[in-house]
């Protein structure tokens, strides 16, 4: 009691001390999450000095994502963004280097251009016309301020693609080959030697007698930087442990289905007494059973043997009428099974109909002005005329149907049961082939004619309670604390050690990109992605993350800045060429003699000859060696050349003749091919060589 009072008497001061508490996280917390300047909290990023806003952006991305649909993430919604932005702020920043601006009537020019498929804008002649914009820009400028703001962005929509446009213009402008060009690529594809070659193979000296040390490696990337940059890049491995049913939470819900097969009986509240609700062996509406028992709704259709579970179809399609079977499972739920019915049936048919609507039907178009009994009246009569003379079936259809149908006679070709709408469907499968009659759905009326059916096969009807096997809160709970265990050991204790102990499969993922979204295994998780990339994250590091169905517990095994490839990712590609040049040196060292006849013989190969080389498809042999070749060109007939390292091995050449290419009157062919070769790839290589010399500051990974 003295505590309470002693609390009670300095209320107020805990109070303060709680707000001042609270005040403090809360501005630690916008102290933190400022450390990156303002820039890095309202830009997404800066393109050479130019900031691409956070909100726009994500505007952008929450209107690029509803349009993408239902199966669209936030990531790609938002890398789709992410280019059509920077594409956008590089190209205008050049267009208005280059001074180029839209003219008032190049832009209404390209206005009348997009909208001239939309009658809202075209008068009697079918032409844009001035009156009828400004009628509906005053239109939805009163009455939809968005559809306003929609319609200024589209007018700078057009703006933009009209500058664009006269860019790229000017870029494929200059992009046009000379005649002297055109004469030179004529030349470059059509002059070829004939060669004498010795070729001393790499293959000679075993990989294993030539080591290539880690130090090579890095002077070799640092020398050849351009070719080896990365953006920064991380691997992690994990393990995952899984909210799976256990044992007793599986025996606890066959006891519960299992239930479901006898009646119960409830004490009734307003009669009081007890009434019998019967179970699913008794009831007589197995509708509304599986509906208010099952996880999927009742499934009324016929079913053959290749439509039931894979593991239980044979046992099923043995059942008869009234049988119960189960409980059973499937996957990871339980299954209880009532036959309705069971019936021998065609599990495919062919069929063609006349389709006439009337005003009112499903689908309708607004060209359909029958009544309903001027509908009826026309299709009684076609089905009288197709009754004496089936023949006349495809030309009827041709012209009265009013379905996508009547261009192929009616035809509707395979249907399988449930496929087409209840009425029809019941039509096709229980007449025989040839049977015509009219079916009325609320299409319209059909005159159908039965086609070809399969052979007839056993179908059951069946009502199904199907229950997924959940894990209980105990089962889920104790996932959690092993999870959590499983984390707190590994912070000091080695990751594979533990995961094999626990029976876990250890699963790592090399390379991960900053922006990364997918991870193999788990799906869509930037949490996991963004913590491997936080600056305070080590290697070494784990963390417990939530994902679906369960715990990953992610280690930090590798971390790279965005720079050069490291030695190790770099040695796939390095090995092999620093492995060749020592090769070649040991190779050019072993070497006696100057004639190709000398050297043959000193490394035990042979002369070879080659004609046709050109320098289009520089290949000596059958391997491509653009050196050798070109140094080739460069040999006077008769002449030999040095020892060369070509891709294969090393080699020398003697020339033993040049054939040119016959002159011809003009190259403008092989200009314009160059021209017109070039054309397709411009933009995007334009825009690639801007992007890649441009500063982007890219701050995505704080908000996404």
Excluded: C
Aim: proline share 4%.
């Amino acid at each position: 009691m003295a505590i309470l009072n002693s609390i009670r008497k300095r209320g107020i001061f805990l109070i303060l001390i709680i707000a001042l508490a609270l005040f403090a996280f809360i501005l630690s917390d916008i102290i933190s999450k400022g450390s990156t300047g303002p820039k890095g909290q309202d830009t997404i990023a800066t393109v050479n000095g130019n900031e691409i806003p956070r909100q726009s952006f994500m505007e952008q991305v929450e209107a690029t994502q509803r349009n993408m649909g239902p199966n669209a993430n936030a990531t790609q919604a938002m890398n789709m963004v992410w280019d059509r932005e920077l594409r956008r702020v590089i190209m205008e920043e050049q267009i208005e280097k280059v001074g180029i601006t839209a003219e008032k009537a190049q832009i209404d020019n390209a206005l009348k251009t997009a909208l001239a498929n939309n009658p809202t804008f075209l008068n009697e002649a079918g032409q844009v016309e001035d009156a009828k914009i400004q009628e509906y820009i005053a239109s939805i400028k009163a009455s939809s301020p968005q559809m306003y703001a929609q319609w200024l962005t589209f007018e700078e929509n057009i703006a933009n693609s009209v500058v664009q446009t006269t860019y790229n213009n000017m870029i494929m402008g200059g992009l046009r080959a000379t005649i002297a060009e055109g004469e030179q690529e004529y030349h470059y594809k059509n002059d070829n030697l004939n060669l004498q070659y010795v070729l001393v193979p790499y293959t000679k000296i075993a990989d294993e007698e030539v080591k290539v040390s880690e130090d090579e490696i890095k002077k070799y990337v640092s020398a050849h930087a351009n070719d080896y940059k990365v953006d920064a890049q991380a691997d992690i491995q994990y393990v995952f442990y899984e909210e799976t049913p256990s044992e007793s939470d599986s025996e606890e819900a066959k006891a519960g289905i299992t239930a479901l097969l006898n009646d119960k009986v409830e004490f009734n509240q307003d009669t009081k007494s007890n009434d019998t609700i019967p179970g699913f062996r008794n009831t007589n509406d197995y509708e509304e059973f599986v509906n208010a028992n099952s996880d999927i709704p009742f499934f009324d259709q016929w079913l053959f043997k290749k439509d039931l579970p894979a593991s239980e179809a044979e046992n099923l399609i043995n059942l008869n009428k009234g049988d119960v079977y189960g409980p059973f499972k499937v996957d990871h739920s339980l299954y209880l099974t009532k036959v309705l019915d069971t019936k021998q049936m065609p599990d495919s048919t062919e069929s063609k109909h006349i389709l006439i609507r009337y005003v009112g039907t499903m689908r309708a178009p607004e060209t359909i002005t029958k009544t309903k009994e001027e509908a009826r009246k026309l299709a009684d009569s076609l089905l009288s005329v197709v009754k004496r003379d089936k023949s006349k079936f495809a030309e009827l259809a041709e012209e009265f149907s009013d379905d996508g149908s009547a261009d192929n006679g009616g035809d509707l070709g395979n249907s399988t049961p449930g496929r087409m709408v209840p009425p029809f469907d019941e039509f096709i499968f229980n007449n025989p082939t040839g049977t015509v009659g009219l079916v009325e759905t609320d299409f319209g009326f059909h005159i159908v004619e039965v086609g070809k059916q399969s052979a007839a096969k056993k179908a059951l009807k069946l009502a199904t309670v199907v229950k997924a096997v959940e894990p209980s809160e105990k089962t889920i709970n104790n996932v959690f604390s092993d999870a959590s265990k499983f984390e707190l050991a590994a912070k000091d204790g080695d990751f594979n050690e533990l995961a094999k102990a626990s029976n876990l499969e250890v699963k790592p993922v090399n390379k991960l990109g900053k922006m990364d979204s997918n991870i193999p295994g788990i799906g869509d998780n930037r949490p996991i992605i963004n913590w491997a990339f936080e600056k305070d994250t080590k290697v070494g590091d784990t963390k417990r993350f939530s994902v679906p169905n369960g715990y990953v517990i992610a280690q930090v095994t590798r971390k790279n800045e965005k720079g050069l490839m490291s030695a190790a990712d770099a040695s796939t590609r390095v090995i092999p060429i620093l492995r060749n040049e020592k090769k070649a040196k040991m190779i050019r060292e072993s070497i006696t003699g100057t004639t190709l006849d000398e050297i043959a013989k000193s490394q035990g190969v042979i002369v070879q000859t080659a004609t046709g080389v050109n320098m289009a498809a520089p290949t000596i042999g059958a391997s491509r060696e653009p050196k050798a070749v070109g140094i080739a060109f460069g040999t006077k007939p008769g002449e030999t050349t040095a020892l060369i390292d070509g891709n294969k091995g090393v080699y020398k050449i003697k020339v033993t003749a040049f054939n040119p290419a016959p002159k011809m009157e003009s190259y403008s062919n092989y200009a314009n091919q160059m021209s017109n070769q070039a054309a397709p790839g411009a933009q995007n290589a334009v825009y690639n060589a801007l992007k890649k010399k441009a500063e982007i500051e890219d701050n995505r990974a704080n908000f996404y």
